[in-house]
């Protein structure tokens, strides 16, 4: 098992749709980062988060700690926002330090016009 | 301010070769980590420099190494090439090495193996 697994792996949307992207975790984080990769591999962070909610433009993220849970919102989707959302979080994947990212394996969204 | 800075973009080298993908991280950052990302799949942490030190590795054999500068950029060595180190390599730098701090990832470099 993932210690980071997202949800859902593809999604198509219609454009103006309100779109949700899950991420659960079971590691114990100091961090989540929500990061965006178009195709021809370049990765933008969007978010990094530890409690509570952040909004940027039409991009909303949000965070249950106790729940290990978070979840990235897009409103008013558009055809440029097609790429692929990542969820991150440090872990003890590699023994003892937390502090190196453990990657989601990605949500692939496709917003048509 | 400038971003991170990848190269070569794109490069195709042969099994048992050797390969340097190079790194300038972003102004005023101090930690560099690498990543490999094969097709389809996640990014995979590869090591982590800090202040010129190797501060954490992942779960990739000895032929992975790296090297930090005192401007803070970064080189990944591969060596004895196999098939299965073709790739997307992505670099991010950051100030601090904790995983709370933001991250500026390069473009990649897309390696190939024949």
């Known amino acids: 098992k993932n210690e980071v697994e997202q949800s859902p792996q593809n999604l198509t949307a219609q454009e103006g749709e309100f779109i949700t992207i899950n991420c659960s975790y079971s590691?114990?984080?100091?961090?989540l980062h929500w990061l965006q990769q178009h195709p021809g591999g370049g990765i933008v962070s969007l978010f990094m988060l530890s409690s509570g909610k952040k909004k940027h433009g039409r991009l909303i993220a949000t965070i249950n700690i106790q729940e290990k849970h978070s979840s990235l919102h897009i409103t008013a989707s558009h055809p440029r926002d097609s790429a692929v959302y990542i969820c991150a979080a440090p872990g003890t994947l590699y023994g003892g330090a937390t502090n190196k990212l453990i990657f989601g394996t990605g949500t692939l969204l496709a917003v048509q016009p | 301010e400038t971003g991170v800075t990848q190269s070569p973009t794109h490069l195709i080298k042969t099994r048992g070769q050797q390969v340097t993908l190079r790194c300038s991280s972003q102004s005023g950052h101090n930690t560099v980590s690498w990543y490999q990302q094969a097709l389809g799949q996640g990014p995979q942490f590869i090591f982590q420099y800090y202040r010129e030190e190797e501060n954490g590795r992942g779960n990739f054999p000895p032929r992975f190494s790296g090297l930090q500068f005192p401007n803070y950029s970064s080189e990944l060595n591969v060596n004895a090439l196999e098939l299965d180190d073709s790739a997307l390599y992505l670099c991010?730098?950051?100030?601090?090495?904790?995983?709370?701090?933001?991250?500026?990832f390069g473009a990649g470099s897309r390696l190939t193996v024949l």
């Open positions: 590691v114990g984080i100091s961090a």
């Open positions: 991010a730098s950051s100030l601090g090495a904790s995983g709370a701090n933001v991250l500026t």
